[in-house]
Protein backbone atom coordinates (compact mmCIF):
# COMPACT_ATOMS: atom_id res chain seq x y z
CA UNK A 1 0.00 0.00 0.00
CA UNK A 2 1.23 3.39 -0.92
CA UNK A 3 1.47 6.24 1.62
CA UNK A 4 2.66 9.89 1.60
CA UNK A 5 3.83 11.13 5.06
CA UNK A 6 4.59 15.12 4.81
CA UNK A 7 6.73 16.57 7.72
CA UNK A 8 7.20 20.39 8.20
CA UNK A 9 5.01 22.71 8.16
CA UNK A 10 3.70 25.38 10.70
CA UNK A 11 3.45 28.94 11.69
CA UNK A 12 6.15 31.45 10.53
CA UNK A 13 5.76 35.41 9.86
CA UNK A 14 5.20 37.38 6.96
CA UNK A 15 8.42 37.14 5.34
CA UNK A 16 9.78 34.15 6.17
CA UNK A 17 10.66 30.70 5.34
CA UNK A 18 9.70 27.37 5.48
CA UNK A 19 9.74 24.03 4.79
CA UNK A 20 7.81 20.67 3.98
CA UNK A 21 8.75 17.09 2.68
CA UNK A 22 6.78 14.32 2.05
CA UNK A 23 8.18 10.76 1.60
CA UNK A 24 6.11 8.27 -0.68
CA UNK A 25 6.41 4.23 0.94
CA UNK A 26 5.31 1.59 -1.40
CA UNK A 27 7.08 -1.96 -2.18
CA UNK A 28 7.63 -1.03 -6.05
CA UNK A 29 6.43 2.62 -6.30
CA UNK A 30 8.57 5.00 -8.75
CA UNK A 31 5.46 8.03 -8.72
CA UNK A 32 5.93 9.86 -12.06
CA UNK A 33 5.20 13.27 -10.81
CA UNK A 34 5.05 14.40 -7.36
CA UNK A 35 3.61 17.60 -6.49
CA UNK A 36 2.30 19.66 -3.81
CA UNK A 37 -0.84 21.46 -3.56
CA UNK A 38 -3.32 23.70 -1.12
CA UNK A 39 -6.47 24.22 0.28
CA UNK A 40 -8.21 26.90 2.59
CA UNK A 41 -11.69 26.18 3.52
CA UNK A 42 -14.75 27.07 1.18
CA UNK A 43 -12.61 26.60 -2.00
CA UNK A 44 -11.25 24.34 -4.11
CA UNK A 45 -7.57 23.03 -3.68
CA UNK A 46 -5.02 24.92 -5.48
CA UNK A 47 -2.31 23.56 -7.38
CA UNK A 48 1.30 24.90 -6.11
CA UNK A 49 4.02 23.15 -7.70
CA UNK A 50 5.16 19.92 -8.74
CA UNK A 51 7.74 17.93 -10.97
CA UNK A 52 8.49 14.99 -13.17
CA UNK A 53 10.10 11.77 -11.88
CA UNK A 54 12.36 12.10 -15.48
CA UNK A 55 12.78 15.49 -16.67
CA UNK A 56 14.16 17.48 -14.17
CA UNK A 57 11.99 21.01 -14.23
CA UNK A 58 9.39 22.19 -12.04
CA UNK A 59 6.30 23.58 -12.84
CA UNK A 60 4.60 26.29 -10.44
CA UNK A 61 2.23 27.81 -10.26
CA UNK A 62 1.79 31.87 -10.85
CA UNK A 63 1.28 33.09 -7.14
CA UNK A 64 4.30 31.14 -6.01
CA UNK A 65 6.51 31.63 -9.38
CA UNK A 66 10.01 32.97 -7.98
CA UNK A 67 9.30 32.49 -3.99
CA UNK A 68 8.53 28.39 -4.23
CA UNK A 69 11.04 25.52 -4.96
CA UNK A 70 10.39 21.76 -5.71
CA UNK A 71 12.84 19.34 -5.53
CA UNK A 72 12.67 15.99 -5.49
CA UNK A 73 15.23 12.62 -4.68
CA UNK A 74 13.97 9.58 -6.52
CA UNK A 75 16.57 7.35 -4.69
CA UNK A 76 14.17 8.26 -1.65
CA UNK A 77 10.67 8.81 -3.86
CA UNK A 78 11.33 11.82 -1.52
CA UNK A 79 9.46 15.45 -2.58
CA UNK A 80 10.14 18.76 -1.03
CA UNK A 81 8.73 22.07 -1.29
CA UNK A 82 10.82 25.13 -0.20
CA UNK A 83 8.63 28.44 0.62
CA UNK A 84 10.52 31.98 0.79
CA UNK A 85 9.10 35.02 1.04
CA UNK A 86 5.93 33.97 2.65
CA UNK A 87 2.76 35.94 2.79
CA UNK A 88 -0.51 35.52 4.22
CA UNK A 89 -2.26 34.82 1.43
CA UNK A 90 0.04 31.50 1.54
CA UNK A 91 -1.51 30.51 4.84
CA UNK A 92 -3.29 27.06 3.39
CA UNK A 93 -3.17 22.90 4.18
CA UNK A 94 -0.65 21.72 2.22
CA UNK A 95 -0.96 18.55 0.14
CA UNK A 96 1.75 16.76 -1.40
CA UNK A 97 0.32 14.24 -4.13
CA UNK A 98 2.10 11.37 -6.32
CA UNK A 99 1.09 10.49 -9.63
CA UNK A 100 1.62 7.03 -10.84
CA UNK A 101 1.12 7.63 -14.81
CA UNK A 102 2.35 10.06 -16.69
CA UNK A 103 0.42 12.88 -17.84
CA UNK A 104 0.18 15.54 -19.51
CA UNK A 105 -0.58 17.92 -17.15
CA UNK A 106 1.07 17.50 -13.55
CA UNK A 107 -1.02 20.76 -12.48
CA UNK A 108 -4.25 18.98 -12.20
CA UNK A 109 -5.58 16.89 -9.05
CA UNK A 110 -7.35 14.39 -11.43
CA UNK A 111 -3.54 13.72 -12.14
CA UNK A 112 -2.61 12.14 -8.95
CA UNK A 113 -3.46 9.02 -7.46
CA UNK A 114 -2.50 9.41 -3.75
CA UNK A 115 -2.34 12.00 -1.28
CA UNK A 116 -0.72 12.90 1.66
CA UNK A 117 -2.17 13.92 4.98
CA UNK A 118 -1.65 17.49 4.65
CA UNK A 119 -0.23 20.27 7.10
CA UNK A 120 -1.06 23.37 7.95
CA UNK A 121 1.06 26.23 6.96
CA UNK A 122 0.07 29.30 8.68
CA UNK A 123 1.79 32.76 7.62
CA UNK A 124 1.07 35.99 10.27
CA UNK A 125 1.03 39.63 9.41
Known amino acids: QVQLVESGGGLVQAGGSLSLSCAAS????????MGWFRQVPGKEREFVGA????????NYADSVKGRFTVSRDNAKNTVYLQMTSLKPDDTAVYYC??????????????????WGQGTQVTVSS
Open 26 to 33: GSTFSPSA
Open 51 to 58: IRRKGGSA
Open 97 to 114: AAALMPVASIALPAAYHY
